[in-house]
T-cell receptor, first 116, second 113 residues
Framework: DTGVSQDPRHKITKRGQNVTFRCDPI?????LYWYRQTLGQGPEFLTY????????KSRLLSDRFSAERPKGSFSTLEIQRTEQGDSAMYLC??????????????FGSGTRLTVV | GDSVTQMEGPVTLSEEAFLTINCTYT??????LFWYVQYPGEGLQLLLK?????DKGSNKGFEATYRKETTSFHLEKGSVQVSDSAVYFC????????????FGGGTRVLVKP
């Protein structure tokens, strides 16, 4: 068990460019969550998957954001036409199916995005 | 919808002082409650949790009790160390909301020697 891995750790991009982040959850975890954390704030829910199915998307996830988990293993989060307001830490977490409430969640170290 | 409110920081303490961070919540269902800690430059780590009323979560000298009557989950530690300097987040997980986590805004704690 190597924990939840996120790549890259840091990304600096110019406004208007597209970026893609990757998350590798703990292998036996069915559920995968994406959160966004801005400076001085708590993480905010973006979306989550159960296996390959995307079950919920937050209203925070505009049309420029898309997430996939094609084989129920790793997931990608893509932001198109980035804006300065997208600058944040993007966190991924995983948990066993239906057990997040009692198990807790394992978080990755996050990808820090800076849009210049 | 679900929400978590925790006291604002920063909280500045001397080593060996008593720490309390207040946390209250609102939820439509019967949530599980968590405290996460974020050390400088690191990701979120689960500190402790409680899944039902009157449960006490504990870890590394920290404790929190699930109080359904007051919808609270206050974090306490009897004697803090410099290494406890971090940001602490209270959170809930509601099965009625897909078990996703809802976080409070975080409380920064600074312990001085």
């Amino acid at each position: 068990d190597t924990g939840v891995s996120q790549d890259p750790r840091h990304k600096i991009t110019k406004r208007g460019q597209n970026v893609t982040f990757r998350c590798d959850p703990i292998s036996e975890h069915n559920r995968l969550y994406w959160y966004r954390q801005t400076l001085g704030q708590g993480p905010e829910f973006l979306t989550y998957f159960q296996n390959e199915a995307q079950l919920e998307k937050s209203r925070l996830l505009s049309d420029r954001f898309s997430a996939e988990r094609p084989k129920g293993s790793f997931s990608t989060l893509e932001i198109q036409r980035t804006e300065q307001g997208d600058s944040a830490m993007y966190l991924c977490a995983s948990s066993p199916q239906g057990q997040g409430g009692s198990y807790g969640y394992t978080f990755g170290s996050g990808t820090r995005l800076t849009v210049v | 919808g679900d929400s978590v409110t925790q006291m604002e920081g920063p909280v500045t303490l001397s080593e060996e002082a008593f720490l309390t961070i207040n946390c209250t919540y609102t939820a439509t269902g019967y949530p599980s409650l968590f405290w996460y800690v974020q050390y400088p430059g690191e990701g979120l780590q689960l500190l402790l949790k409680a899944t039902k009323a009157d449960d006490k979560g504990s870890n590394k000298g920290f404790e929190a009790t699930y109080r359904k009557e007051t919808t609270s989950f206050h974090l306490e530690k009897g004697s803090v160390q410099v290494s406890d300097s971090a940001v602490y987040f209270c959170a809930l997980s509601d099965r009625a909301a897909g078990n996703k986590l809802t976080f409070g805004g975080g409380t920064r704690v600074l312990v001085k020697p």
